[in-house]
């Protein structure tokens, strides 16, 4: 599906193999990138673009099993497929067509293949294990995922054998292939070798397989349906494949975890109204914490409330008077600045209005902070909080590796998912259930205010989202030093992001 950028290249791979070897079918999903004027162009064989169930469903149509009578379909004894960023080698299918003939027994074929990247360069080249049984492709630590997999286009399965087993599991989306390999075993599937390099798959971002988290539950959670339907055929084995299983589902939960956070991280900013419908609305994303402190006083909700109201502002010496300014604008008088959570809690004040900047981002425990600001004004208080958040080019590039890695280490054979090496910090999160990792990290990229005013059972009333909004309690930069990226040091692309609230105790007034 709208992979017409390599679909010339796979269809000549296939023209060029010797005359009369290969059939070749093309079935797309519809795509509307192109795909279909290629297929005009320079495309002599069976062919048809239109919706289907996804790739497992439409190999099936074109190899006999389901579809209607207009879809195309293979007439051959044997088959493979190719997605549309796979090719073969120039003239491979003469040697493959070659043995299958001298082997009649033959039901599946392993051949070699090759992971080739956009830039030509060959990241992966897999071997077949030596032992082809149902245990083996299911020990996932030990062979799979240690460089001893079968390459689907590699493969060329007898046609009849495809039909006979149901074809492809059309509700896997990612590890149709490995699937069928077991399916084939349990139908009794003679499995022979030849040693030539026939096909190439291409590696890139844009592929399916590229979301290396979704690609690995989807392989784990098909392996441990197979292991509970068919392990009490080996059942000296059935213990350690099990084993693995559990290995690998260990460490993919602890990486969906980290890897959550971090996509957290880069979400869309959210912008709210008042609980009473009577709030501020934006059409846009306040800039910065200025404008959304502005749109939050000027709200239906809250304007009435502070026209005349006694402040108190907390924050760094330069933003409370620039803070102080803009309350004088509205006609709310200040009557007392803190830089620290502690002086104004200790102060005795007990002003109408709290205005807080920046005063939560990395404090270590922002739960107390939040419940020292509120308490400390007194429960008649209307609280503004802005949460500053600095942010980075350099530091998100950094995150995204630190995401790479975790996913990435899911598939290695140790049990680490940040390296045993990474930053102590990092640790607790991946072992938390319960607890909200805000109340055991500093945060220093931005605070999560409404999960804590829910923790406290505070209302927030009315909130204005700026900038963008992260909630991401890892450790500060730099955590793993050689995943630092270089050359960036004259970076400073800062955003700015947070919310601006309006807080009272639930069921108060």
Known sequence: MNQGGFLARCIASVRDQPRGVAEH???????????????????????????DGGQSHAINMAMGVGGASDVPRAGGAFGTWLNADDWFQPGALGPVAAYLDDHPETDV?????????????????????????????????????????????????????????????????????????????EGGARFRRLDVHVANQGVHHGQKTADRLASTRCIVRSSRAWLDRRGSHWPLRAREVAAEIEAIESKLALASRYAGVIDGAFGEPEVRGSGDGGGPSASSVPSDWRDGLRRLLDGDSIRERVVGACAAVIGPK?????????????????????????????????PDVVVAHGVLTGERDPLAALRAIVEGAGWGALVLLAAEVLRS?????????????????????????????????????????????MEV?????GVDVAGLCERL?????????????????LAPFPTVPKLAPHGAQGEHAHAWGGCAIRCVRSGGS
Request: proline share 5%; glycine share 10%; net charge negative.
């Open 25 to 51: 079918i093309v079935m797309d999903g519809g795509s509307d990138d192109g795909t279909a004027d290629v297929l005009r162009a320079g495309f002599t064989g069976a062919w048809r673009s239109a919706p």
């Open 393 to 437: 080019e350099l530091h998100d590039r950094y995150l995204r590796r630190l995401r790479t890695r975790a996913v990435n280490k899911v598939t290695e054979p140790d049990m680490h998912v940040i390296g045993p090496r990474a930053d102590l910090a990092l640790r607790p999160l991946l072992a938390m259930d319960g607890p909200n990792a």
């Open 109 to 185: 074929l392993i051949c070699c293949a090759r992971f080739v990247a956009e830039d030509g360069r060959v990241v992966f080249e897999p071997r077949a294990p030596e032992r082809i049984d149902e245990a083996t492709l299911l020990s996932l630590r030990s062979v799979w995922f240690a460089g001893h997999s079968i390459a689907q286009p590699e493969v060329f399965f007898r046609l009849s054998l495809f039909r006979e087993v149901g074809g492809l599991d059309e509700s896997n989306h990612h590890s149709m292939d490995h699937h069928l390999w077991l399916k084939f075993l």
């Open 441 to 445: 990290h500093p945060n220093p990229r």
């Open 457 to 473: 059972g505070w209302r927030i009333d009315a909130s204005v989202g700026f900038g963008r909004f992260d909630s991401l309690p």
């Open 318 to 350: 330069g933003i409370r008077e620039e803070i102080a300014g803009l309350l004088t604008e509205r006609g709310i008088r200040g009557s007392s600045m803190h830089e620290r959570i502690e002086a104004f809690a200790g102060s005795g004040d007990a």
